[in-house]
């Protein structure tokens, strides 16, 4: 199985600051990332898929990139909607895997 | 509009069954591949199924397999999920979500709201 690290696990910042997400991938995964969006009680959201394509009605202050085993979901300007838990996956082989999530709470 | 209504969920004992269902609307249920991930209480995103358009081909997470059988009824637009002796790590909220595309390649573009199973005496 493909394992999926994220970092940090928490992340405290500022309407308004730049963040970085990481996500390492135990093996190379061919850009096959996707990254999600949960606010608490609600269903993940698709933010981005293939590393780096904006799903469709996403905002473009998101953005991912990366390559082989290391992807990175940037935040250029955080919203007040932004603080949520941040999830990645990769969809390369199976069994399906997931990050163990990124919280990103106000500073 | 993408709809995934999902049902079922309840409380259980140890060694008990449920059934989930997830209702489909606004799209060509038959055209995609679908998903079961779920969630335990304040824990990550696991996936645990996957089914082909026509139900011929199916996949699980180690941890369900025996145990859990994914269907589908595509006259009915609906996804099933029979759990069958259920453990107190199968306790989770249970998302129904589609894969992008046709192919089984892809991420999770649409989600239903969830229902939780708990499993407990």
């Known amino acids: 199985d493909i394992q999926m690290t994220q970092s940090p696990s928490s992340l405290s910042a500022s309407v308004g600051d730049r963040v970085t997400i990481t996500c390492r991938a135990s093996q190379g995964i061919s850009n096959s990332l996707a990254w999600y969006q949960q606010k608490p009680g609600k269903a993940p959201k698709l933010l981005l898929y293939?590393?780096?394509r904006l799903e469709s009605g996403v905002p473009s202050r998101f953005s991912g990139s990366g390559s082989g085993t290391d992807y990175t979901l940037t935040i250029s300007s955080l919203q007040p909607e932004d603080f949520a838990t941040y999830y990645c996956q990769q969809y390369y082989s199976t069994p399906r895997t997931f990050g163990q999530g990124t919280k990103l709470e106000i500073k | 509009e993408v709809q995934l209504v999902e049902s079922g969920g309840g409380l259980v004992q140890p060694g008990g069954s449920l059934r989930l269902s997830c209702a489909a609307s606004g799209f060509t249920f038959s055209s995609y591949w679908m998903s079961w991930v779920r969630q335990a209480p304040g824990k990550g995103l696991e996936w645990v199924a996957n089914i082909k358009q026509d139900g011929s081909e199916k996949y699980y997470v180690d941890s369900v397999k025996g145990r859990f059988t994914i269907s589908r009824d595509n006259a009915k637009n609906s996804l099933y999920l029979q759990m069958n002796s259920l453990r107190a790590e199968d306790t989770a909220v249970y998302y129904c979500?589609?894969?992008?595309?046709?192919?089984?390649?892809?991420?999770?573009?649409?989600w239903g709201q969830g229902t939780l199973v708990t499993v407990s005496s």
């Open positions: 979500a589609r894969l992008y595309g046709s192919g089984s390649y892809g991420p999770f573009d649409y």
């Open positions: 293939a590393a780096s």
